[in-house]
T-cell receptor, first 115, second 111 residues
Framework: ETGVTQTPRHLVMGMTNKKSLKCEQHLGHNAMYWYKQSAKKPLELMFVYSLEERVENNSVPSRFSPECPNSSHLFLHLHTLQPEDSALYLC??????????????FGPGTRLTVT | QKEVEQNSGPLSVPEGAIASLNCTYS??????FFWYRQYSGKSPELIMS????GDKEDGRFTAQLNKASQYVSLLIRDSQPSDSATYLCAVITNRDDKIIFGKGTRLHILP
């Protein structure tokens, strides 16, 4: 257990569905991240939040919408996804942003399948 | 050139031997380097961080950093079957302070 939890662990959704992924960290960290991990590709950073403020959006399609209501919780809202969005979605947190306190701790991930 | 490169493997090493994993990076000014271990179906787990040239040892793991040659390596001594996993190299680039991951090297320890 890293102190970062994610729900659900598995999700199957149709292309017209709307769903949300949830991440919670119990480490007192100030920065949280969403990553996408597809087969045979490097981890792709999607969004970065620091103290509930979004500081980075790596050209992610608008069908992915993040929300950070407080420094312990992070959501990823999904709508009208495509089959190529099927992947493992990982949440991570760090004490501060990468350039200040770079060691990141990952949650267990949500395995998403879009049908 | 890819920002962080690793040989995808699989790298097969006999149990008890030393496993050597290598990573090269393109941003010369990078300052922070990490090794993560990821078991199949699990999330990455931080095992080593290194910031200065030279070696850093932690138990059976040794990280080696050579900024002049732009490579970082991970040595695993007395390899165990439980070390079989994918090892991800990550670098925080100097250019824009982003963390960039390599694709990972799959390590297989042969019993």
């Amino acid at each position: 257990e890293t102190g970062v939890t994610q729900t659900p662990r598995h999700l199957v959704m149709g292309m017209t569905n709307k769903k949300s992924l949830k991440c919670e960290q119990h480490l007192g960290h100030n920065a949280m991240y969403w990553y996408k991990q597809s087969a045979k590709k490097p981890l792709e950073l999607m969004f970065v939040y620091s103290l509930e403020e979004r500081v980075e959006n790596n050209s992610v399609p608008s069908r992915f919408s993040p929300e950070c209501p407080n420094s312990s919780h992070l959501f990823l809202h999904l709508h009208t996804l495509q089959p190529e969005d099927s992947a493992l979605y990982l949440c991570a947190s760090s004490q501060d942003l990468a350039r200040l306190g770079p060691e990141q701790y990952f949650g267990p991930g949500t395995r998403l399948t879009v049908t | 050139q890819k920002e962080v490169e690793q040989n995808s493997g699989p790298l097969s090493v006999p149990e008890g031997a030393i496993a050597s994993l290598n990573c090269t990076y393109s941003d010369r000014g990078s300052q922070s380097f990490f090794w993560y271990r990821q078991y199949s179906g699990k999330s990455p787990e931080l095992i080593m961080s290194i910031y200065s040239n030279g070696d850093k040892e932690d138990g059976r793991f040794t990280a080696q950093l050579n900024k002049a040659s732009q490579y970082v390596s991970l040595l695993i001594r007395d390899s165990q079957p439980s070390d079989s996993a994918t090892y991800l190299c990550a670098v925080i680039t100097n250019r824009d302070d982003k963390i960039i991951f390599g694709k990972g090297t799959r390590l297989h320890i042969l019993p």
